[in-house]
T-cell receptor, first 108, second 119 residues
C-alpha cells in the first residue's frame, strides 16, 4: 500500500540552526513527492515538489530512491518557518497520500 | 485569484444528527477533492470529483457520508447520521486537472476547512 511516513511529530530548533524534516515513502512504481505547509491560521499550501528541483523560502528536498526518502532541509531556520509540514506522495492516477505531519517550532 | 471557499467554518452537532458542508472551488478547476483530517493525522481523501463525475470514493463511508457536485462546480458533503469519530476538519481542495499528465495537474489548492465537533 502507498504510505508516507513522517517519524517526528515535533521538531524544535533555534533560529539560525539547520533543519531537516524527515519523510520516507513506500510506493510501487515511481511516485511524485511533495511538501505541503500550513502556517498558523492559514490554509494548507504546496511548498515544493521533487520534480521541480527548486528551492522555496530556502527549503530544498531531494528524492533519494535508494533510501526511499524525501527529507526537507533548510540550512538556517527562521522564526517564520514555524508551521506544520506535511509530506505527501502520489503515483500514477492514485490518490494523494499525506503523512501525519511534523510541527516545526523555531525559537528565537 | 479567489481561493477555494468553504462554509461553515465551524459546526457543533450532537451524534446522530446530520450536517452538510459546502465548497466552491477555484474557477476553472475541473477536479475537486474532499479530505477528512482527524486531529494529529494528515488529510485523508474521502472523495474526488472530475467535473461532476466521481473518480475515487474508496475511502468514503458510504453508509453515512454522501457528496455531490451536480453542475461540476460547487460541491456539498453530507454526514447523516454523525458519529463521535466524525469529529475532524473537513478540507476541500481543487486542481486544474487531477488526471491528466504534467506536473501542474497535481497541485491542489486547499480551502480553509470546516471544523466539525460531534458531541
Amino acid at each position: 500500500a502507498q504510505r508516507v511516513t513522517q517519524p517526528e511529530k515535533l521538531l524544535s530548533v533555534f533560529k539560525g540552526a539547520p533543519v531537516e524534516l524527515k519523510c520516507n515513502y513506500s510506493y510501487s512504481g515511481s511516485p511524485e513527492l511533495f511538501w505541503y505547509v500550513q502556517y498558523s491560521r492559514q490554509r494548507l499550501q504546496l511548498l515544493l515538489r521533487h520534480i521541480s528541483r527548486e528551492s522555496i523560502k530556502g527549503f530544498t528536498a531531494d528524492l533519494n530512491k535508494g533510501e526511499t526518502s524525501f527529507h526537507l532541509k533548510k540550512p538556517f531556520a527562521q522564526e517564520e518557518d514555524s508551521a506544520m509540514y506535511y509530506c505527501a506522495g502520489i503515483a500514477g492516477f492514485q490518490k494523494l497520500v499525506f503523512g501525519t505531519g511534523t510541527r516545526l517550532l523555531v525559537s528565537p | 485569484e479567489a481561493g477555494v471557499a468553504q462554509s461553515p467554518r465551524y459546526k457543533i452537532i450532537e451524534k446522530r444528527q446530520s450536517v452538510a458542508f459546502w465548497c466552491n472551488p477555484i474557477s476553472g478547476h475541473a477536479t475537486l477533492y474532499w479530505y477528512q483530517q482527524i486531529l494529529g493525522q494528515g488529510p485523508k481523501l474521502l472523495i474526488q470529483f472530475q467535473n461532476n463525475g466521481v473518480v475515487d470514493d474508496s475511502q468514503l463511508p458510504k453508509d453515512r457520508f454522501s457528496a455531490e457536485r451536480l453542475k461540476g462546480v460547487d460541491s456539498t458533503l453530507k454526514i447523516q447520521p454523525a458519529k463521535l469519530e466524525d469529529s475532524a476538519v473537513y478540507l476541500c481542495a481543487s486542481s486544474l486537472d487531477g488526471l491528466a499528465g504534467g506536473c501542474s495537474s497535481y497541485e491542489q489548492y486547499f480551502g480553509p476547512g470546516t471544523r466539525l465537533t460531534v458531541t
